[in-house]
């Protein structure tokens, strides 16, 4: 039996670490200020799952990785500069929001039209990867609702570890709480893999990755589709940032065990 | 040692270094493929049935990460887009009006020399006379050869990445940021292409279990547009050398904030101050007014600015507190920071222009106009003028070889403005060799002259003209108040310049955690500093024995980012994640290495990482 798979990794764009985020009331709902100008990322859990897919795609031959990307047409652009060189994948790009204020349900839609297009897809034949968590908002109601559409029945969410069996059969190692995980076997594809952090390491910039990718990126980014998300069906009453407070100074060699009573004295005080 | 097996790219051309001046020679040169596709000569020779196979590698994690705001003519920026709408790009507006300012002193702590002081005491005398106020004299005009009248302000970031998103839609081109090349390729005094750098390895550059080797790219041209400090650069330079009587002995760090102002503040979007006289003469400084009420503001910590203890950042603070900036600037938000090195040597810091296989364009290859203060659009141009020599060798069928390469591209530059006004600049400023009043003098000489007249001197490299503590600090402060200092920063093992600057009057900053903030802070807050890992330090200590004899640490005091601090012994300790890739650590060194050649301890390198904030 073929355990040549289509692995298809979800995946929006989160703003860059550090940003100074400032949302912001629009005609059509919330929104970050200068969304344009602040530099971006593939979201951090769903980059895990690209690398995941990655490793897993290489150990399958036959197998072929698709990242399937809602965000605004140019900062998609700016974000497959880098990421191109990473890993081998086909882009198929939506242009929309990603800003994090788009509601799961058609944010899931869109995704899902994306996905039922692409050419020649064998659904029994598909691993549906994600994020658990975002950077921005909680993906695992938009990889839920997603699946749901796709009738993807068999969902794992804050998967840590994948395996497939010579059989066909798939295992998954889920985060469950109390640090512990519980371990499913799956008879068959396809399933719905909320990722957590996985089990690799960011891979290297590889520039032969980068031009080979760069071959489908671009034409992908050109015949986009623009999203039909709106969020008319989410109402927001307010938006606001947590209030923070920073503190920072320099510590060198400082014990962990110091650092904790730190945190430790600091939380009891608050 | 055993062979490291490497990767091999090829390509038609590879650039290095994605800023202004490879902006300009990539625009140059996909209009061209754009509008003759289908042309032989624009066929690739190392793909053939492919257009021109073009590569673009950028050091910085990201196009527009970590360079400055500018005001400029723009002149050559205008030739390229003739219909160019800098509304359409962010933070960018056109010049609405020019200050040039000279600040007083108001604290009467900086080492301003008798006539600065009787120069304040008298302005303030006749303040009622004058066009003074705030602490300032505004001058009555620009000086003509600094004006950018017809120009625009903008943020280089925000432009990169306007013009970095330009090249890549037309699909021409590949720009590939957040890989650092290491070094050319160089075979026979022939430059191949180039080699990337190790990934997978410990910052120690030894390898780890995701090491890849620097992949070798090879190419007929590279084009090379690393900067002041670019490591391609650097290495050219050792490997044939400068022309006779060049040298980069002029330098400068140039740090800078980006503020959010008040909404009252009304000042309006392309308004320009130029300043000097404050924190310290040799110190200059500049604000810039972007639409939306930000402010880029920022000073120049020049190399022949004789403080060993020259800490770019806590100058810019009392700076911008100088009460004729802090009006506009009080109650601001910081929105970003940053700081870069300029190579400020100008037409005499220009190295080999070309070689067979290589050229070199933008501030690297001294295009900086040191008399206008004005460097981007100089690069831009440079790198237009390369990408018609190249295409005019492409129509020709000619190699890329050294005298192909000055035929067509040299001549250009030799022909054009950069190059007549490069030479008006040429020793504008050699009179700050003897201080700040002779620079000026000299400068006003050479730019009213037209580079006729200049006060002659012979320029020494900085690690030639440091003074000691107690030689700068004469008079200001006493050698027993200095071995105090030096005593107590030695116990905390912390930088002196802080010390040093409040024992001669400066007042402490008052952080406020918006505006004022910390050194740290900046990094986190301002600059958003980052550096993945896999990747080796980029700065290193040559021989570890001079750091211990060096007494100076000039390279702690100057760090614009706090990533070299002191360590055991004297050998600095250099932290890669905290490192914004200035460069001034690279000519702030104070210790030649015995085999001369102005080469001193500190190694600078190719790496990733540093700024993350677009909006410098």
Known sequence: MSNAYSIIVCAGLAPDPLQRLEPMDTPTGPALKNEMMLPAVLDPWAACALY??????????????????????????????????????????????????????????????AIEA???????????FGGWESATRAAGATMQILGEKLGVVDQFQGVDKIEIEPSGAIKLWERVEGGKQQVS?????????????????????????????????????????????????????????????????????????????????????N | MAQVERQKLEADIVCVGMGPATGGFLTTLTKEISEHQGESYLDSKVMPGMPLQVLCYERADDMGFGVSGVVSRARGIKQSFPDIDWSQIQMAAPVKGEKLAYLLDPIGASCRSGLFKFSDTLIRSLKAVLPYKDEALEMPFIPPFMEKHGGAVFSIGQFNQWVGMNLMSS??????????????????????????????????????????????IEAALTVVGD????????????????????????????????????????LEPGTVFHTFGYPEPEVFGFMYIYPGKVASLGIFIP?????????????????????YIWKHVKGGTLKSWGAKSLQESGITGEPHLCGDGYARIGEGSGSTNVLTGSGVDEAWTTGTQLAEGVIELLKAGKPFTKENLEATYVAKRRASWVQEEGKVAEKSRNGFSYGVIPGLIGMS??????????????LVAPHKRYKSLEQYFAGKLSVQKIAEIREICKKANKTIHDEIMNACGWPEIPYDGTLLVTQQDALLIGGKVQAQGGFADHVEFIDTD????????????????????????????????????????????SQELPQGHGVTNVKFGAGCGGLHSVEN
């Open chain 2, 546 to 589: 001079i750091c211990k004899g060096c007494g100076m640490q000039v390279c702690v005091e100057i760090c614009s980012a706090q990533a070299i601090a002191p360590g055991e012994e004297g050998v600095p300790v250099f932290d890669r994640e905290k490192c914004v890739h200035c460069g001034a650590c690279l000519w702030n060194c």
């Open chain 1, 185 to 269: 076997l799956c008879e068959s594809a396809p399933v719905m893999v909320g990722w957590a952090t996985g089990e690799l390491p960011e891979p290297p910039n590889n520039p032969q990755v980068g031009m080979a990718n760069m071959r489908t990126v671009m034409p992908a980014l050109q015949k986009a589709k623009s999203a039909a998300a709106s969020s008319s069906a989410l109402k927001f009453k307010g938006v606001t940032l947590p209030a923070q407070v920073r503190e920072t100074r320099i510590e060198k060699d400082m014990p962990v065990e110091a650092i904790a009573q730190e945190l430790v004295t600091w939380i009891r005080g």
């Open chain 1, 52 to 113: 995941e897919a990655d490793n897993l795609a290489k150990k399958l031959p036959g197998s072929k990785v698709y990242l399937v990307s809602m965000a605004l047409k140019t900062k998609l652009q700016q974000v497959m500069m880098v990421l191109s060189q990473k890993v081998p994948f086909e882009l198929v790009a939506i242009d929309g929001p990603s800003n994090g204020f788009t509601d799961a349900r058609e944010c899931a839609s869109e995704l899902a039209q």
């Open chain 2, 227 to 266: 900067g002041p400090v670019g490591a391609v650069g650097q290495y050219l330079d050792e490997e044939f050398g400068m022309p006779q009587g060049h040298h980069k002995h002029e330098w400068a760090v140039g740090m800078k904030f980006v503020v959010q102002l008040r909404d009252d503040v009304d």
């Open chain 1, 118 to 128: 692409i050419p020649g897809l064998d659904k029994d034949k598909m691993l549906l």
């Open chain 2, 171 to 216: 699909g021409q081109v590949q720009i590939w940021p957040g890989m650092p090349v290491e070094k050319p390729l160089v075979e026979n005094k022939k430059v191949k292409g180039v080699r990337l750098v190790n990934q997978g390895v410990e910052k120690s550059g030894a390898e780890t279990e995701m090491f890849m080797p620097g992949m070798d």
């Open chain 2, 303 to 323: 190399s022949w600015f004789d403080n060993p203890v020259r800490t770019a950042y806590r100058y810019l603070q009392h700076w911008m507190m100088h009460p």
């Open chain 2, 445 to 458: 000489l050479a730019g009213f002259s037209k580079g006729l007249l200049n006060i002659p001197a012979k």
